[in-house]
């Protein structure tokens, strides 16, 4: 490999979420609350940011912009980053977008939130299918309107569309949005080109505008592609796609998304209503670009070591937690793990585990949303050997509780 993803970075002093931020998104309190671990001890398998080093050719291109001396207001005015973003989604997803269509967000999240203001009335409601990422009810809590769910089938290993239910939810004329998670946190999983055909008909058919959170698009495992909803429907103007290079390149904290927004009233109204004013990071912009134009390799890379990662996490709960439920999921470098039969008499997951392994990870209806009663949610963006130490402090945890 040209890159290095087994490197240990410290990342302590940094004002990292993931180091300093845990204690209140996952247990909603503060350094007042005491582990039997100390912070330096924990291994931190939770929010969805990678343990790699960025790419060089996009730390050499963040660089290169400072060497320019002024960071002054910035817009997104260089047709070159248009030409770059196109070129990525025609050679992997065989999709493209107009320019006019292209307007951009301090990231995927604040755009739900200015999405669902602009959309849905305080009367109406939104659907998504669950379990979900946890921002999709934040947007709607914060602005008044009711999130409906509809709880997503397992079926041997996997999650399937409960379409009877999806149907007769959609139906409900107070339904005006649906927030559609494509490739699916936390499952993983690809929606196939059959099943979006499916959901696009009944949103057109109901006349609902969908926003696609697309994304984990580029992280899927290697032989597997992924459809972009603006392929399965080229023409329906109510469809908005999220698509931003900050979960594949490592860039969270850079705070820059893609939102293609087809209708030009809502576009229009969108920008109009941007808390940002139309500005940029200028780094954030630099280090977007170069990710599309110089990431493919660094890219083919990482998704060749997850892959072997996710390899390995199934090889040990075969063999060591071998109660567990597991299926290696087709993206997303998410393991959503069933631990209901490991440990059924556990209501906290993520607790148990901080206090029994000194792992951090995510789980539960808690933090998605609904439908995720007895799950974990590990994050695999990490050199292997921190894994191989989060899981077997995991095992001799589950072995010790249940003697």
Known sequence: MNYNFDEIIDRKNTNSENVDGWRPYIFKCGPEKVFPYADDE??????????FAVAPEIRQAIIDRVDRKILGYTIVSD?????????WCKDRYDWTFEKEELVFSP???????????DLVAKDEKVLTMTP?????????????????????????GRFEIDFEDFAQKAADPKVRLLMLCNPHNPSGRIWTRQELEKIADIAAKNDLWIVSDEIHCDLIRTGLSHIPMGKIMP???????TISASKTFNLAGMLFSNIIIRDEEERNRFQDRDKNIGAANPLSVAAHKAAY??????????KEYIDESFRMVDSFLKENIPQARFTVPEATYFAWVDMSR???????????????????LEGGDGLFVDNAKGYIRLNLA????????????????IEKHNR
């Open 42 to 51: 924990f291994i931190r398998m939770w929010v969805a940011d990678m343990e």
């Open 79 to 87: 047709q070159g980053y248009y030409d770059a973003l196109l070129k």
């Open 107 to 117: 990231g995927v999240i604040p755009a739900l939130y200015q999405l669902v203001e």
């Open 132 to 156: 979900a990422y946890g921002f999709f009810l934040h947007a709607c809590e914060y602005n008044g309107v009711e999130l409906v769910k509809s709880p997503l089938k397992k079926s041997e």
């Open 235 to 241: 023409e329906y103007k109510k469809l908005i796609t």
């Open 293 to 302: 134009e110089h990431g493919g390799r660094w890219l083919s890379e990482l």
């Open 342 to 360: 490991v440990l059924p008499d556990v209501e906290d997951l993520p607790l148990f585990f901080a206090n029994n392994s000194g792992v951090l």
């Open 382 to 397: 990490m050199p292997r050997a921190t894994i191989e130490e989060g899981l077997r402090r995991m095992a001799e945890a």
